[in-house]
């Protein structure tokens, strides 16, 4: 492992290496806080949790338009730059919401306040997630390629080590910290991500446009300038006949050099905000023509469906579970680990046992498999866990470490298919555009279980239809199963 790091620091160089793990290390850190967020929704905003569902759900919404930021990146520079300047302003928008909210208590009783703030850290954090992965693209592409699988797995250790550091370490502040000392403390991550920006250099986008500009203009005078300059030397010739006339001769092309440069300071910023739109146009162009063709939107639109057609009833659960069941916030996030290592196993078990496998029937079993462990929470609900003497705790731990590991086994297929399907010289902006249909069909989700909540009226206190709101989960995880004919029906883990 360590040389393995000193390999990607030797090929990188240190500054970059740290910021780019920073970054996801703080993606997955983020749970620390988040668990926090929930108990404000829920204790101190005495929030339902159809309402508080909804909060999040607007909260997570900028995930939902993650190519809108690699467009703007790409197509329009900062003084030069594509990435370090949109990373610091994305940094700035992650970081600026949690010192507002540790200091201020208005803030933090407000709703919408609270919303608008955490839309806000999302649409930073969102941001950077995008440009740092056009960071890792850049950076193998022109620098190490054989580097890439490399750079992309520490990337992701950084950002699960984030989120198992983030989870156990959220539940023990909750216990023992105000919220408003949780909110002041996250801050201190994003706040060294600032720091680090100012270690990675980057290469001005234009410059190598700009110096043979510069190099043309020298051999071929065809800018204003050099006309006038062309102009002056022919009038001082001529002006050896008479001083009288000569000075007037040079007051005339002084007044017509200032003319000149005047009128080529608009046409200059007419022209760079011409090619701004221009690229925004290909771009958007590009990518809506690659996303028009049915080998591509065909299985994206299937992914959609699988997330909007099931209700995400997620929050209901923790409020059960926090007030029924009595669970504390510290066990809370050792449940998050859990999850967080199923997660992981998920990942090793699919890439060791079922890349070959047809991507339909790894979806098929999948589906099959969520609706069993939903059923989980039917026991749990109805507390027949007791009476065959099983804990409340043990049927919450295994059965989110089963259902992280089992979502990984559909989440595999889509990146997978996502990174096959993706033409050249668009990959990474189409690839972030599946990635957000994924995302906004999560939130579409998480609206339709905050509807199905609010029409069951599960309240806090109130869980009586608790067991008849999974039953429908269970019964709607069966619908995208209907549609897998969407999905390329020899598409396998390795081959589209």
Known sequence: MIAWVKQLNKAFGASFLWLICLIYFTQGFRSFVWTAVSYQLKDNLKLSPSASQFVSSIAFFPWSIKPLYGILSDCIPIKGRKRIPYLVIATLLSLVPWPMLGIDSNLRSSQWHLTVLLTVHNLGSAMADVVVDAMIAEAVRFERASFAGELQSISWLSMAMGGIWGSLLGGYALTNLQIDKIFLLFSVLPAIQLLSCGLVGENSAGSKVSHDSANSSNSHPVNGNGNILDEDNILLKKSSASATRRKRSQKNSNKRASMRTKSLIPEKGNSLISHWLQSLRTATYSLLRAFRQPIILRPMAWFF????????????????????????????????????????????????????????KILLWAHVGLSLLTLLDVILVSRLNLAYGVSDKIMVVFGSALSDAVNQFKLMPFLILSGQLCPPGIEGTLFALFMSINNLGSTLGSFVGAGLASILNLSSGSFDNLGLGIAIQVLCTFIPIAFLFLIPKEATGISA
Do not use: C, H
Not at 324 to 352: P, Q
């Open 305 to 360: 469906l699988a997330q909007i057609t099931v209700p995400n009833l997620s929050t209901v659960m923790f409020y059960y579970r926090t007030e029924v069941l009595n669970l504390d916030a510290s066990f809370l996030g050792t449940v998050r680990v859990v999850g967080w290592l199923g997660l992981m196993l998920g990942t090793f078990t699919y890439n060791r046992y079922l890349k070959t496998m047809k991507l339909r």
